[in-house]
């Protein structure tokens, strides 16, 4: 596609369940990232993905959160029991290594 | 570890009123990423610097590097209201494989 998309575009899910956001970088990109965004603060690191390396899960919360790339393809994050901490926007973007992010237009997370 | 500030936090101007948005670093860096996020919009790029004492102008924004790396700036010329947003650095370190990006800077342009 001609750039990032995210899905869902919207999540409201209850306290406790589990929830699966996905990534969909642009072609040939090699490193894909994904941050979280609350409500009128920065952008906080979650996870980086480049080529077959290992991740840098530095960023990660906590271990209900976890974030799975195949490849250079697809990226899916999955946040288990999720928390009424959890509401925010979830951010992924993707570049040639080191350079120019781009970024989709998120998935909006909001946890009753 | 790597800490990335922004100041100021908010900024409100008149339209046509300059605007400067600093980012500084803890730590020296490799280079300097820019974004631009309009309200309820998601960050998109502006600029990367990567030499000591870079400037890099596009229309009214100016970009600098400081001569250090450590710090960066952008500069507004006669804001308007299309400005209007919150502007990000993200930093690059020498050894790092990925960006922190600052708290960001909000602009409000009143028309």
């Known amino acids: 596609g001609a750039g990032v998309s995210q899905s869902p575009s919207n999540k409201v899910t209850e306290k406790g369940k589990d929830v699966e956001l996905r990534c969909d970088p642009i072609s040939g990109h090699t490193a894909l990232y994904w941050y979280r965004q609350r409500l009128g603060q920065g952008l906080e690191f979650l996870i980086y993905?480049?080529?077959?390396?290992?991740?840098?899960k530095s960023g990660l919360p906590s271990d209900r959160f976890s974030a799975e790339r195949t490849g250079e393809s697809v990226s899916t994050l999955t946040i288990q029991r999720t928390q009424q901490e959890d509401s925010a926007v979830y951010l992924c973007?993707?570049?040639?290594?080191?350079?120019?992010?781009?970024f989709g237009p998120g998935t909006r997370l909001l946890v009753l | 570890g790597q800490q990335v500030m922004q100041i100021p936090q908010y900024q409100h101007v008149q339209e046509g009123e300059d605007f400067t948005t600093y980012c500084n670093s803890s730590t020296t860096l490799s280079n300097i990423q820019w974004y631009k996020q309009r309200p309820g919009g998601h960050p998109v790029f502006l600029i990367q610097l990567v030499k000591s004492g870079e400037v890099k102008k596009q229309k009214r924004l100016t970009f600098q590097f400081g001569e250090a790396k450590k710090n960066s700036s952008l500069h507004i010329t006669a804001t308007q209201t299309t400005d209007v947003g919150t502007y990000f650095c993200a930093a690059g370190t020498p050894y790092g494989q990925n960006f922190v990006f600052g708290p960001g800077t909000r602009l409000s342009v009143l028309p």
């Open positions: 993905f480049q080529g077959n390396s290992a991740p840098d």
């Open positions: 973007a993707s570049s040639h290594a080191l350079r120019t992010q781009y």
